[in-house]
Nanobody
Framework: QVQLVESGGGLVQAGVSLRLSCTVS????????MGWFRQVPGKEREFVAS????????FYANSVRGRFTISRDNAKNTVWLQMNSMKPEDTAVYFC???????????????????????WGQGTQVTVSS
């Protein structure tokens, strides 16, 4: 069983940067493609970004493309979400998610559908003030 723990959330002003971390334990991170989602109370969970198991392929939501960067270091069992030029509408609880890849291609990157992911972290709150 894989466990995911997010960290790095907090309260920031608009325009600044913040980096979230997701630490993978229990299994080797290299066996999983990873994603970041976010959710505002009362709204549906929203896809943010995803990355292939080897880190070579990434995919972003239109709302964050060009501002956010997802990356990973499998040796450290860690995935990051670098968030730049933050906006008040980025305020949400951010969740890390993992998809077991098995024998799937190393370059496969999951999409926006949260059902594609089997494991989820508890989330970290990010608040952006205007």
């Amino acid at each position: 069983q894989v466990q995911l723990v997010e960290s790095g959330g907090g309260l920031v002003q608009a325009g600044v940067s913040l980096r979230l971390s997701c630490t993978v334990s229990g299994r080797t991170a290299a066996n999983y493609a990873m994603g970041w989602f976010r959710q505002v109370p009362g709204k549906e969970r929203e896809f943010v970004a995803s990355i292939s198991r080897n880190g070579g392929s990434t995919f972003y939501a239109n709302s964050v493309r060009g501002r956010f960067t997802i990356s990973r270091d499998n040796a450290k069992n860690t995935v990051w979400l670098q968030m730049n030029s933050m906006k008040p509408e980025d305020t949400a609880v951010y969740f890390c998610a993992a998809k077991y890849m098995g024998f799937m291609s190393d370059s496969y990157v999951p999409g926006e559908d949260g059902h594609e992911y089997s494991y989820w972290g508890q989330g970290t709150q990010v608040t952006v003030s205007s």
